[in-house]
């Protein structure tokens, strides 16, 4: 994979290593924000198991996920996380041929402790060991839920941590055409989510508000970065924020879900417009969207609505791998141990690791 | 019987391998902040230096603190993991009684810097029963200001002391100041050496005392400071 290239590690594995007409089975793991997961991928895209346990109700009352809390949690779930994934697979560690653990970006306290599991299990075992990118996995989560999807692709990926445009030739490798120059889009939810006191995670609260409100109420200013295919949210952050003081300032009432739908409405027509100017520049059999704000309906229902003149159709995961988990982590890793792009044991992890 | 000591918990990373009583090797690297980068290559680099293979490993000892929480959670996870593929038994030790073991004398008082003049500590006794080479811990691990520490002690004032770890020199002149009798050690005494984790990690083994892996967690000492903050503003729960 282009963008992760650890270089092949020099180690006599306890196996010779497989090639693509044989049975690859890969356990991984993933604690990079607030979900702990493990899960068993045959040949990359089957997923024998996928066990996720979230711990967004313990960070709920603190307004956004506090770090110490997750890594204690991550290590007590650790072990269990991992046995489920076994069992529902009904696989032991002596078949796995790899193990993998994103390395970033998130959670520096986090990504650690399934890091650290990864790299234990490799030396434990002798197989190799693979250090993902958190985002790739997000896109790859496509290619499990929609295995026929016609290449070449453009795919928008948006959470939290990221907001990436990109072209994939095919599995093998990617050009970014765009990125957040500050703020990335599941940000701008949390932040305005938490201004506006709607709660956490903020893509969810926002949207459900945005439901009950008329999103051409108030208009906000979408950033304009001429030619380029980057995004910029902080603009809109400031403009939302600056309404809302101006509005208490002249004793107004604010309708709250309004300002929700208009405010997303405005995220939405960012990312659209771009996506589509893409697609538009390059011949693309099909389009994709992924990450965590890829679950937002309004988003998916505008981008499938100006997809339709290009005649393409919109993927997006469905809703139990939009969110984080460790199948993604092992589909990615599969195209990895194929390449065999394996990571030493002093792989460190990287918190603001990019595509 | 075969046992790796596993130590992240401060800026010294130790690894031993110790087989039945008979120490085959130890590494006390003063790394700071690279325990995720060096630690699983060097146990990797030690297995096979000594020739031995994670396979070979009959338990497992593992500091579990007071220490830096992520180095901690790498030492722990890491023993974790190799206790549930091999299924063997782990026992997570303190860090202050690793130090504490590996000092002489009757009554000592290991240390770790907690920072703004606090330190953690315990207090030990040896036992001087042959059958039961275990530390009594008379006061359990906890921070305090390093001006507390004569007043925590001071029903010990008639015997000397062994200060051990961290902050020594200053503890000891304030100890000394109220008259406390104290000894103090030579710098390769003066650490959490992981030969000493991995003796105890054995005796606690062999004595049945091993930890449950699933229930195996640092010694944290200190909720997050999230909830802290939290339970000031809104009172606990």
């Given at each position: 994979m282009a963008a992760n290239n650890m270089g092949v590690e020099k180690v006599n594995y306890k196996n010779k290593l497989k090639d693509k007409d044989e049975d690859i089975y890969i356990l991984a793991l993933e604690s990079s924000c607030d979900e702990t997961a493990a899960s068993v991928n045959k040949n990359g895209l089957e997923i024998l198991s996928n066990v996720v346990s979230s711990q967004v109700d313990l960070h709920k009352k603190f307004g956004g996920v506090v770090p110490e809390i997750a890594s204690r949690k991550h290590l007590e779930l650790l072990l269990p996380v991992i046995d489920q994934a076994l069992a529902e697979a009904g696989i032991e560690f002596k078949d796995l041929d790899a193990v993998a653990s994103t390395y970033?970006?998130?959670?520096v306290g986090g990504l650690l402790v399934t890091l650290t599991a990864a790299k234990t299990v490799s030396l434990a075992l002798n197989i190799p060991l693979i250090g993902v990118n958190h985002i790739a996995g997000h896109i790859y989560a496509n290619f499990i839920a929609n295995p026929e999807i016609e290449k070449p692709l453009i795919c928008l990926t948006i959470s939290g941590g990221h907001t990436d445009l990109l072209y994939f030739e095919d599995l093998r490798g990617y050009q970014i055409l765009g990125r957040t120059i500050d703020d990335a889009a599941g940000e701008a939810f949390d932040k305005i989510s938490r201004f506006l006191g709607l709660g956490y995670p903020g893509g969810p609260a926002i949207e459900k508000a945005a439901l009950s409100g008329?999103?051409?109420?108030i208009y906000f200013p979408r950033a304009d970065l001429g030619d380029s295919y980057d995004f910029s949210f902080s603009g809109l952050k400031t403009a939302v924020m600056n309404y809302v003081n101006n509005e208490e300032q002249r004793g107004n009432e604010i309708d709250q879900n309004d300002l929700a739908a208009s405010f997303q409405e405005a995220v939405v027509d960012s990312l659209a417009s771009n996506l589509i100017k893409a697609v538009q520049e390059y011949k693309v059999e099909s389009v994709v969207i992924s990450g965590g704000?890829?679950?937002?309906q309004r988003l998916r229902e505008v981008i499938a609505e100006r997809l339709k003149e290009h005649n393409l159709e919109l993927y997006y995961p469905p809703l139990e791998l939009c969110t984080d988990n460790a199948a993604m982590i092992g589909a990615v890793a599969y195209y990895q141990y194929l390449e065999r792009d394996f990571a030493p044991l002093s792989l460190s992890a990287e918190p603001s690791l990019k595509l | 019987m075969l046992i790796l000591g596993i130590d992240t918990s401060t800026d010294i990373l130790g690894l031993a391998l110790m087989d039945s009583g008979q120490l085959k090797g130890e590494y006390n690297l003063s790394l700071k902040r690279q325990h995720s980068e060096k630690l699983l290559p060097l146990i990797e680099e030690i297995f096979e230096l000594l020739g031995v293979e994670a396979g070979d490993l009959d338990g497992i000892a593992v500091a579990v603190g007071p220490g830096s929480f992520t180095g901690l959670r790498i030492g722990i996870t890491t023993a974790k993991v190799l206790g549930r593929i091999f299924s063997i038994p782990v026992k997570g030790i303190s860090t202050l009684e690793i130090m504490a073991a590996g000092a002489e004398g009757e009554y000592i008082l290991p240390l770790l810097d907690a920072r703004r003049k606090r330190v953690y500590y315990s207090f030990y006794q040896r036992n001087g029963n042959k059958d039961n080479n275990f530390l009594k811990e008379v006061k359990k691990a906890a921070s305090a200001g390093i001006s507390e520490l004569p007043q925590i002690l001071n029903e010990y004032q008639n015997q000397e002391i062994s200060i051990i770890g961290e902050k020594t020199a200053e503890v000891r002149e304030l100890l000394v100041e109220n008259n406390f009798k104290t000894r103090i050690f030579e710098a390769e005494k003066n650490l959490p050496r992981a030969a000493v984790l991995a003796r105890l990690g054995g005796d606690y083994i062999c004595s049945g005392?091993?930890?449950?892996i699933y229930q195996l967690k640092p010694a944290y000492l200190k909720i997050p400071q999230a909830e802290i903050n939290w339970q000031q503003k809104y009172g606990s729960k």
């Open positions: 970033g970006p998130g959670l008329n999103k051409t109420a704000v890829a679950a937002n | 005392q091993a930890d449950d």
